[in-house]
């Protein structure tokens, strides 16, 4: 229902919807508005437990939608099969600047299949995949996308699995040609983030 009413709204700009347990279902909705609305920039879909189906209704509707310059899909129980649909974003969508998948599980795997977008994307301007269980290992892999990248001034990967800040360097020699700032931070459990928890089931 809201997003039927927000619709019809010619001035909407930001769309903040974090922690209302919107669900697959919810994010379903939210793509159909994101079709409709050629004046949204912001949009705040945090902490909804889309999981990997919502996500790629939504992104799926971004590769079409050319203002949105701003999405943020933190704790939202994505997986490693989004790291796809990322990929098809960033190749396909020339507004999108900040993009923020903090607090998920895309894995290495996920990091994967997200690089050849990072490679790509000639707009996006800072990436937060903190708190994703990536590894060393998996970092390793995508330094070659970071390097190929030139737009991107800020990769935010603090608390993953066993990336840490003695580490920095071999990431900044893959990265010096751009010289993006690579944003190292080791696991704290006691640690208490401002992104907001998953939706509970």
């Known amino acids: 229902i809201l997003c039927c009413a927000l619709s019809q709204n010619t001035k909407l700009r930001t769309l903040d919807l974090t922690c209302n347990r ?37 992104l799926q509707a ?10 943020a899909l933190d704790a939202n129980k994505l997986g490693s099969s989004t790291g796809t649909n990322v990929k098809d974003l960033l190749k396909n969508n020339r507004a999108l600047r900040v993009l923020s998948l903090s607090g998920n599980d895309l894995g290495d795997e996920g990091l994967e299949k997200l690089s050849p977008g990072v490679s790509k994307t000639r707009t996006l301007y800072r990436l937060d995949l903190s708190r994703n269980r990536i590894t060393m290992q998996g970092m390793r ?26 580490q920095l360097g071999e990431a900044r020699a893959h990265t010096r040609r751009h010289e993006a700032n690579l944003n190292f931070q080791p696991p704290d459990p006691d640690d208490v983030e401002a992104t907001p928890a998953a939706a509970d089931e």
């Open 22 to 58: 919107l669900r697959a279902d919810g994010a379903r909705a939210v793509a159909k508005l994101v079709y409709v609305c050629p004046t949204l920039t912001d949009l705040r879909l945090a902490g909804n437990a889309v999981e990997d189906e919502g996500a790629e209704l939504v």
């Open 62 to 71: 971004l590769h079409r939608q050319s203002s949105v310059t701003r999405l």
């Open 141 to 166: 892999q995508f330094l070659p996308a970071l390097e190929r990248n030139r737009s991107l001034a800020e990769v935010q990967l603090s608390r993953n699995v066993d990336i840490h800040p003695n």
